[in-house]
């Protein structure tokens, strides 16, 4: 049986100090993750009923519909990213190719009708605060994740 009574202040030869340090590291970045990735669920859900709020449903269905669905695609990532965030890493930059298609969208989707000023905003404001929101969670995540190899790096008796 192993002599456990040892009263030792140094820690680095613990044989768990990387899962330790990788779980400090987890949970100082919980507050922030989840506020980001429920801003990330707030704006996607603000898309989708964008076309209600803003009162253009009835005169560009399309765009409507559009941001219906992307709202719902942005909504659906933030919840991914708060879930498993280490999974959903490659999926941020779905978020930001969301959100620059949402700055374009406006013109696209209204090829055949002049975009009002309320759309061209609307949709412009949100694209930017979709890819703004999606860069911050995607280098929340790989902080994170250089955070956890780095220190499990350092700290391995291998590599001494």
């Known amino acids: 049986m192993a002599d456990v009574s040892?009263?030792?202040?140094?820690l680095?030869?613990?044989?768990d100090v990387s899962e330790m340090r990788a779980r400090y590291?987890?949970?100082?970045d919980g507050p922030q993750a989840v506020a980001v990735d429920g801003l990330v669920v707030l704006a996607g859900l603000y898309l989708a009923i964008s076309g209600w709020?803003?009162?253009?449903?009835?005169?560009?269905?399309?765009?409507?519909?559009?941001n219906l669905i992307v709202g719902i695609a942005i909504a659906l990532l933030g919840v991914g990213l708060t879930l498993a965030p280490a999974r959903?890493?490659?999926?941020?930059?779905?978020?930001v190719v969301a959100g620059i298609w949402l700055i374009v969208s406006p013109w696209v989707a209204t090829a055949g009708h002049h975009a009002s000023a309320?759309?061209?905003w609307?949709?412009?404001?949100?694209?930017?605060?979709?890819?703004?929101?999606?860069?911050?969670?995607?280098?929340?995540?790989?902080?994170?994740?250089?955070?956890?190899?780095?220190?499990a790096r350092r700290r391995s008796p291998r590599t001494r």
């Open 122 to 151: 609307n949709n412009v404001i949100t694209g930017v605060i979709s890819c703004l929101l999606a860069l911050i969670a995607a280098r929340m995540i790989q902080g994170a994740a250089e955070h956890s190899v780095d220190g």
């Open 118 to 120: 309320g759309m061209i």
């Open 25 to 28: 590291a987890r949970m100082l």
């Open 88 to 95: 959903m890493r490659t999926l941020t930059w779905a978020a």
């Open 12 to 15: 680095s030869a613990h044989p």
């Open 6 to 10: 040892q009263q030792s202040g140094d």
């Open 53 to 66: 709020v803003v009162h253009f449903n009835t005169t560009s269905a399309e765009l409507t519909a559009c």
